[in-house]
């Protein structure tokens, strides 16, 4: 199985912030690469596939970028919704998720 | 919209079986592969299983060991997971998910249903 790694785990940041979180894999993926945020008690939702391609109706705020083995996922004005955990994940071969990042209030 | 509605979790004991279900609507079900995803208390996401749009081809994370069986019925708009000889860390919540090209990656996803292996 392909290994993804998140860093930072934890990350405090307040509203108006850029903030960037980073994916590596342990093996090339190429732009294989999805990422996804998940509130508490909710389910999971797309952001970014394909590395860098935003899904309909996600913020522009939110950008994704990378290929190889390493990505990130950058938010340009950190806003009060947007404290989540985010996950990335891989397609290459058999889905694997990163540990996630957990975006906290400063 | 599409919308996805996963029902069938509980409680079950160490050993025992289970068949979790999602219903979809909002979209034509035949077309999209389909995907389990599981998440065990206040960890993160595990790929499970995952299902082709006619049902012919299906796929599975190593760790199950054969002892879970996806299936899904075009008909009823409908996909299941069967869990066999659970385990204690099989606890977890069940998302099922919607694979927009065939390349495994989800959306969207389903609210979730929660399965507890405890005796």
């Known amino acids: 199985d392909i290994q993804m ?8 940041a307040s509203v108006g912030d850029r903030v960037t979180i ?4 342990s093996q090339t993926i190429s732009r294989w690469l999805a990422w996804y ?8 939702k797309l952001l970014i596939h394909q590395a860098s391609i935003l899904e309909g109706g996600v913020p522009s705020r939110f950008g994704g970028s990378g290929s190889g083995t ?7 004005s950190l806003q009060p919704e947007d404290f989540a955990i985010y996950y990335c994940q891989q397609y290459h071969t058999s889905p694997t998720f990163g540990q996630g990042t957990k975006v906290e209030i400063k | 919209e599409a919308l996805l509605l996963e029902s069938g979790g509980g409680l079950v004991p160490p050993g025992g079986s289970l068949r979790v279900s999602c219903e979809a609507s909002g979209f034509t079900f035949k077309n999209f592969a389909m995907s389990w995803v599981r998440q065990a208390p206040g960890k993160g996401l595990e790929w499970v299983s995952g299902i082709s749009g006619s049902g012919t081809n299906t796929y599975y994370a190593d760790s199950l060991k054969g002892r879970f069986n996806i299936s899904r019925d075009n008909s009823r708009n409908m996909v299941f997971l069967e869990m066999n000889s659970l385990r204690v860390e099989d606890t977890a919540v069940y998302y099922c998910a919607r694979d927009p090209d065939g390349a495994n990656w989800f959306a969207p996803w ?10």
Not at chain 1, 70 to 76: A, C, G, K, N, P
Not at chain 2, 110 to 119: A, D, K, Y
């Open chain 1, 5 to 12: 790694t998140q860093s930072p785990s934890t990350l405090s």
């Open chain 1, 22 to 25: 980073t994916c590596r894999a």
């Open chain 1, 70 to 76: 390493e990505f990130t996922l950058t938010i340009t």
């Open chain 1, 37 to 44: 945020q998940q509130k508490p008690g909710k389910a999971p």
């Open chain 2, 110 to 119: 389903g609210q979730g249903t929660l399965v507890i292996v405890s005796s």
